[in-house]
């Protein structure tokens, strides 16, 4: 089980911190990666990270702004969003999971096999 926490209203140009806490399974042994979908449009992968927090990856439109991190021993991956801007208004989403290599998988929805129930982050101009 995943608990998306963190969504809110902030204005553009400012900072939120999204937190996953997982439950259920043993944490370690999954990736991790955030999504969002914003109203009309098909959910996107925005940021990944291995089962050990050594590598990451971001797409395109949040590398530099975006940082996913996680503490096995919380049991908790994080997603530090800065400089927002309201293109960022999403409902965002964090997946777990177990396939292998994650590097070839982090950003395909169709490789993960647990969802949040999403958080809503509006960004406004």
């Known amino acids: 089980q995943l608990q998306a926490l963190g969504g809110g209203l902030v204005q553009a140009g400012g900072s939120l911190e999204l937190s996953c806490l997982a439950s259920?399974?043993?944490?370690?042994?999954?990736?991790m990666g955030w999504f969002r979908q914003a109203p009309g449009k098909e959910r996107e992968c925005v940021a990944g990270?291995?089962?050990?927090?050594?590598?990451?990856y971001y797409t395109d439109s949040v590398t530099g702004r975006f940082t996913i991190s996680r503490d096995n021993a919380k049991n908790t991956v994080y997603l530090r969003m800065d400089s927002l801007k309201p293109e960022d208004t999403a409902v965002y989403y964090c997946?777990?999971?177990?396939?292998?290599?994650?590097?070839?998988?982090?950003?395909?929805?169709?490789?993960?096999?647990?969802w949040g129930q999403g958080t809503l982050v509006t960004v406004s101009s």
């Open positions: 997946a777990a999971t177990g396939f292998v290599p994650f590097r070839s998988a982090w950003s395909r929805a169709d490789k993960y096999n647990y």
């Open positions: 259920g399974r043993i944490f370690s042994l999954y990736g």
């Open positions: 990270i291995t089962r050990k927090g050594s590598d990451t």
